[in-house]
């Protein structure tokens, strides 16, 4: 329904001048009624005319408008339909990396769970091992100890045994030598 332009163009002047021409004739000839009645539905003729190109454009444009309406609900549900999509595929993949976040969860506090264990048995071991070296270690002292008194006490009756044997030799000497016995004394010095 693509009305020209001329049409109503056309329509419009027929229908102003046929009103003027009308007007014309009512006010200088009021006499001639048959020519006024004429002129007058020529006017009427021209106002249908004028009126439906105006409906018909009007009719148009809202046609336009209703198609241009229908693109735009068209567009409208294909980007809501392509937003649904989007949406959906976000959601999803949302609640694939929260599931994957949960399990990376779940398996840092196994993983910490174990190292506390594995801390828990290592200190285990340390406080175990030092234990034994410490008992080891007194067990040596214990045993440095009475070797260290059973060596102190066998050094003490050697040195008293050394110191009889040097005043008896002293004695043996002291003897010789007061007896002014000097070869004595040297041969004895010789041996």
Known sequence: MN?????????????V????????????TPNMVSL???????ALANTYFF?????????EISQASIDKQTELVKVEKGIYSVAKRDETTNIKQHDVLIEQLQQLKAENQRLNTELIEQQKLCTKIIVKKNQENNQRNLSGSDRISKLLVQLNGN?????KETMKVLEEINQT???YYNDNNQDNVRQMRAN
């Open 3 to 15: 009305i020209k332009k001329s049409n109503l163009t056309f329509s419009a002047v027929g229908f």
């Open 17 to 28: 001048a046929s009103l003027l021409i009308v007007l014309y004739l009512i006010l200088n």
């Open 36 to 42: 006024i009645i004429v002129f007058g539905l020529i």
């Open 51 to 59: 009126v439906d190109s105006i409906m018909k454009k009007i009719d």
């Open 155 to 159: 050094n003490i009756s050697n040195s």
């Open 173 to 175: 000497l002291d003897t």
